[in-house]
């Protein structure tokens, strides 16, 4: 009978316990870290990309958490006096230390290159500027001040802007 009452005890714990994992995984929080020293200490100074190494314009940069620990970390460079190819395509640096969706693109874990195109599109390019990634941008109409670059938390992921157009990302 002490079985038995233990075997049940045992059965009712792991059924509450895989509901509240449920919940807190449809409750997960998604936050921008806004704390300026925070920022300093996690956006790096500059970023290499195809053979150029340019500097972070930190006033247009941000950081999203995906739940807990995981980052995305965003942010424009100077890429004046680069050539029209590279000025003209990429804009910034986006890093990921975990595996997301990136609109509806799944994207791994990395370092990439980004460009908000005029095709209502944000390309990803690899360290060596070939394109990997083109998710649509969304335009938000409602955006009273819109940045150059930023994020904001939505109910699903982060919301990741230039001006009005974004791209959702999501833990996946």
Known sequence: MKRIAFFVVVAIATVFGSISGISAQASQKFTVISDKAELKTIVPASFYFAGLSGNTQRRNSSVGLLGD???????????????????????????????????????????????????????????????????????????????????????????FYKGRDYVLIKPR
């Open 69 to 159: 620990k995981r980052y995305i970390v965003a942010g424009l460079v100077d890429v004046s006096g680069y050539s029209t190819d590279i000025s003209g395509v990429y804009e910034g640096f986006f890093i990921t230390d975990s595996n997301v969706e990136f609109g509806d693109k799944k994207l791994d874990i990395g370092s990439y290159g980004f460009g908000f195109a005029k095709d209502g599109t944000v390309n990803l390019f690899d360290l060596s500027g070939k394109k990997i990634v083109s998710a649509r941008t969304v335009k938000d109409t409602e955006m009273r001040r819109p940045r150059p670059l930023m994020m904001v938390p939505a109910e699903e992921g982060i919301r």
